[in-house]
């Protein structure tokens, strides 16, 4: 197995990284994960422009080869050739170079990339709810993913322990926010709805690549602040990230035919083109 350390491809059991690490200690940075697939990397854009964004409100100066989509995949071509990958789930991790206690003494970044198999995998979710003991934090920063990833942790925690198939977290005000990794949808009378990401969910780029479609194909959309009651009113709803789009069967106690609702499926083949 092989990595990328700040551009340079080494062994897995080779790498070393040197303490103080600030990503470690201080959960200084940002990661996102990314899918190459038909020798492309899915929703391109969409993460450089979230890349930007992020080492933006962090404070952060992206390595060169970090800052364009040309560029991005060059590294990607690198890392899938070295594990003979048709299709790969990537991580890239990315934190602030070492130096200082909570004050930083640079804002140069370091990063790291690795690579698994990645095989499409669509499932229905049978059950969600919604939760119980975690809600999102709103922030300058929550729409990037890593600096509140606890907070998906005891989500996927709560999920597991109350046997669902999926958990719809909240906003501190109780507005409906989204998945414990991933953005939500609902349809109802022809219209497209998701939460504002000032609910403090993060800036998914299926999300993202999604309102475009909606957009591109005249299919009325709104972002905005709702609570449960909204959702449990839905024709439909789903589950979108980087990985797959999940139709959700049931909500708390409301079934929801999500799977065959055909503005979903039409969704589904345009956003696929």
Request: aromatic residues 10%.
């Amino acid at each position: 197995m092989y990595v990328l350390h700040n551009g340079s491809l080494v062994a897995q059991q080779d790498l070393n990284l040197a303490l103080p690490n600030r990503g470690f200690y201080f959960n200084d940075g940002f990661f996102e994960t990314l899918i190459w697939a038909d020798d492309t990397l899915r929703y391109g854009t969409h993460h450089v422009a979230r890349m930007q964004q992020a080492a933006a409100a962090l404070g952060l100066e992206l390595p060169a080869v970090l800052r364009d989509l040309a560029s991005l995949k060059a590294l990607f071509r690198q890392l899938i050739a070295a594990h003979s990958l048709p299709q790969a789930r990537v991580r890239l991790q990315i934190w602030r170079g070492s130096g200082g206690l909570y004050t930083p003494e640079t804002n140069s970044a370091e990063f790291v990339m690795t690579a698994q198999p990645f095989a499409p995998n669509p499932t229905l979710a049978a059950r969600a709810d919604f939760a119980q003991a975690v809600r999102t934090q709103p922030s300058s920063f929550a729409f990037c993913k890593g600096p509140n990833a606890l907070t998906y942790v005891l989500a996927g925690h709560e999920r597991q322990h109350r046997g669902l198939d999926e958990l719809i977290l909240l906003d501190p005000a109780g507005n409906l926010a989204e998945a414990g990794a991933a953005a939500i949808f609902w349809i109802k009378d022809g219209q497209l709805y998701t939460p504002a990401l000032a609910t403090g969910c993060v800036a998914g780029v299926r999300r993202a690549h999604l309102l475009a479609v909606a957009q591109a194909y005249g299919i009325p959309y709104t972002e905005g602040l709702y609570q449960p009651a909204d959702l449990l009113k839905a024709e439909a709803a789903f589950t979108a990230n980087v990985a797959t789009i999940r139709p959700l069967a049931q909500v708390a106690d409301t079934p929801l035919p999500s799977e065959h609702h055909p503005l979903l499926h039409e969704l589904c083949t345009w956003e696929a083109r």
